[in-house]
């Protein structure tokens, strides 16, 4: 399988190079496809921080245009007829295409798209309409490869068609109309940290609407504690720009990598932080100005910290994985910076170290992080690790300790190091001074790559389940007992003190694919039968769409599907990820099926 997809990947990129080039390109190439750790950091203009005419903070818009729906009308027509509406719209919308639509079917069961001659005209289109800027679209088969394609993670890469790179809502807009008008598939890009395949393109082509440009810090609120932005907003350069300013906040959920704000919109990232500060999908994203795929912009909700007005719209989009709209500005809960420290220590196994985490959890001392790093993933820190450190390789915790004076964080420690001990553990170290606590925290953020690092050559199948709690010492002894039989090498790292934990499997040969796949089937199932989840952080993607119904039931999925044809009844947002397909309901993710 694994030279079958090198095979199609080949013979698509030479389509593209003898196909798309004669479109031609803007000529520049995006800031992206770099090492994660080395991601340029997004600049912002001297206006940053100044009111943006388009800003979150404006009153509630409805800018429908002449081919969207008003938000009234919209609600009629999803009460009184989603299935005629699919057709009325489909039928609307082909005669601003003409006869060429050629009705391909869309995965899961939601719309036709247009024929390659239709897309063609899009391109031209979107070339005519954003003219006066020369960076905002490419068909530079370099660049439109890589933006379908990923080193991170297992799942085939298809290339987009188009790369538009807009600076504004209104921009996104522009294009929307026109992936409307001509049924273009349409998936929003950032950061390509995703695991899950979320920016693959489809298999019909469509247009990749990368949000590097949408990188302004529009308002800042220190006495509400938060700030609007767009979203391309870099959550490195929010942090730091608080920190030049003098501003004692942060934004706390914040990926391990210098990622960006956009995929925490896509999923419900949260990372290490989760165990102190929750989950985006909490309360972090206050508001968030939304794309319609009717091309109608709205705002969620307006500033203030909690609202009993209505549904909570700004959590359907987060979770949504691009297939409900586009995000282009959010407003964003901060949190006070207090002091800090780290520490780590060592156990026998993953069952002691876990069951030490469920015991410290409940002490309610300042805990912002806790992490399970496994001994397989310390003897990869100790080879390829950013820090000096020469850990023991044994199964570790790492803990960020957090308080307000420097007494209640040695009171956090000290509590720490008693009940480690109490469950084995051993070689308690806190760290002496401010930089050898991002030395040591330094050698957790690095966790992916230097387990890939592992197997020279090799590529990596990463995964992440999630379980109550107290159900997790169970889950990951069986997953660790499992993992070892495999004879393929893999880690286990975990954001345990919320029951949270990732897999790394690595393999080279089609046959260690199959054993990675099947392995990850297991923990799945072994998850959802602890009443846990097929993923805490990386989403659904193409990736775990066959865990659905399992996991949430047929109704709940179904439900998914209804607010899915009613919000984009052509659909054309990221297609072919997040809902099963429909003459697929029990996909078995153990087959393979990735599209």
Request: proline share 5%.
């Amino acid at each position: 399988m694994v030279n079958h997809i090198l095979f199609q990947t080949a013979i698509r990129r030479s389509l593209l190079l003898n196909g798309l080039r004669s479109s031609g390109h803007t000529g520049r190439y995006p800031k992206i496809f770099r090492h994660p750790r080395t991601l340029p950091l997004s600049g912002f203009h001297a206006s940053a921080y100044t009111k943006h005419p388009e800003s979150a903070n404006s009153p509630p818009t409805s800018t429908g245009t002449g081919n969207g729906i008003s938000v009234s009308k919209f609600l009629i027509f999803l009460v009184t007829a989603i299935g005629s509406g699919v057709a009325g719209y489909g039928i609307a919308t082909t005669s601003n295409v003409g006869s060429t639509t050629s009705g391909l079917k869309a995965d899961s069961g939601f719309g036709n798209f247009g024929s390659p001659e239709d897309f063609q005209r899009a391109i031209k289109e979107l070339k005519a309409e954003f003219s006066e800027s020369e960076d905002t679209i490419s068909t530079d088969p370099d660049v439109i490869y890589a933006h379908g394609f990923s080193s991170n993670d297992y799942h085939p890469g298809i290339s987009h068609s188009v790369v538009v790179y807009p600076k504004s809502t209104q921009d996104v807009v522009r294009i929307v109309q026109i992936a409307t008008k001509y049924r273009m598939p349409i998936t929003p890009y950032s950061g390509a940290t995703s695991l899950e395949g979320h920016f693959r393109g489809h298999n019909t082509g469509g247009i990749c609407v990368d949000m590097r440009d949408m990188d302004q810090i529009l308002e800042i609120h220190e006495a509400d504690s938060d700030m609007v932005c767009q979203a391309g907003a870099s959550w490195t350069d929010i942090n730091s720009t608080l920190r030049d300013k003098g501003i004692p906040l942060f934004f706390p959920v914040a990926p391990e990598v210098s990622s960006v704000v956009p995929p925490l919109h896509i999923i419900d990232d949260s990372v290490a932080n989760a165990v102190r500060y929750g989950t985006a999908k909490g309360e972090w994203f206050l508001n968030a100005t939304v794309v319609l795929p009717s091309g109608e912009v709205i705002k969620t909700r307006r500033r203030s910290r909690k609202s009993s007005a209505g549904f909570d719209t700004t959590k359907l989009f987060i979770g949504a994985e691009g297939t409900l709209g586009i995000v282009t500005e959010v407003t964003i809960r901060l949190a006070p910076v207090l002091p800090t420290t780290v520490a780590a220590v060592h156990f026998p196994d993953v069952r002691r170290a876990t069951e030490a985490v469920l015991e410290i959890m409940n002490q309610g001392v300042g805990i912002q992080c806790v992490e399970l790093l496994d001994a397989t993933f310390m003897h990869a820190t100790n080879k390829f690790g950013i820090s000096t450190h020469k850990w023991p390789e044994q199964d570790s915790l790492f803990f960020k300790f957090q308080g307000p004076t420097p007494a209640s964080l040695a009171e956090t420690a000290r509590i720490v190091e008693q009940i480690s001990g109490k469950h084995g553990g051993f070689g308690f170290r806190l760290a002496s001074s401010e930089q050898e606590a991002d030395d040591i925290w330094a050698d957790r953020k690095n966790a992916h790559y230097s387990g890939l690092a592992l197997l020279e050559g090799g590529r990596g199948w990463s995964t992440d389940v999630c379980v109550p709690v107290s159900k997790l010492p169970e889950l990951v002894y069986e997953t660790k007992k499992d993992l070892s039989t495999l004879g393929i090498i893999s880690t286990i790292v975990g954001h345990v003190g919320d029951g949270n934990f990732h897999s790394l499997l690595l393999f080279k040969t089609d046959e260690e694919l199959e054993i990675a796949r099947e392995a990850v089937h297991r923990m799945v199932k072994r998850a959802i039968a602890l009443d846990g989840t097929c993923t805490g952080e990386h989403g659904v993607g193409i990736g775990k769409r066959g865990y659905l119904v399992e996991e949430l039931g047929a109704g709940t999925v179904g439900l998914m599907k209804t607010v899915k044809r009613a919000i984009d009844p052509l659909g054309l947002f990221n297609p072919g990820k997040l809902y099963p397909d429909d003459d697929v309901p029990d996909v078995d993710p153990k087959e393979g099926r990735t599209s």
